[in-house]
């Protein structure tokens, strides 16, 4: 077997070990906010005699949790189940993730101007405080297609 060939063979190899590997792995639908994870009351540590009092606790507050993404799914350049509808109050603390197995384009939420991208294997992400009231377009920014909208209420 000439040395070409076996470069050849080592090559595909290894393309078919990366293509296993990107498709086995897991995808990005998995949230890991371990940042935002609540805090737990903690008993001090501290060497009583005895008859004294009982030792004290220190509280750390909890975290709210992070809201759980919205999540808007593409198939065909479209939405699964239709344009969805995202309310919420302003002030409220907002996460979108887009996701699609089959189109690549640029999302883009209107009034918030704001761009990601999606791809198959890749989510689009939004993460923002929603601080203008109204009604805001989310589209597929290159085929102007609607695929949600998001609704701010006061």
């Keep these: 077997m000439s040395n070409g060939v076996r470069i050849g063979l080592l090559l595909g190899t290894v393309v078919v070990l990366v293509l296993a590997f990107v498709l086995l792995s897991p995808g990005d639908d998995e949230d890991s906010d371990t940042a935002n994870a609540p805090t737990a009351t903690v008993p001090a540590t501290t060497t009583a005699s005895p008859g004294a009092e009982p030792a004290a606790t220190t509280t750390t507050p909890a975290r709210p949790p992070a809201p759980a993404p919205e999540r808007i799914r593409v198939r065909g350049g479209q939405p699964v189940g239709g344009v969805r509808t995202i309310t919420v109050e302003n002030g409220d603390r907002v996460r979108i993730r887009v996701s699609s197995t089959d189109t690549a384009d640029e999302i883009h939420l209107h009034g918030y101007d704001t761009y ?37 209420e006061p």
């Excluded at 890749?122 to 609704?151: C, D, M, P, W, Y």
């Design 116 to 152: 990601a991208d999606v791809a198959p294997g890749r989510s689009a992400r939004f993460s923002f405080t929603a601080n203008l009231e109204g009604i805001f377009e989310i589209e597929l920014h290159g085929s102007g297609t609607q695929i949600g909208k998001l609704v701010v």
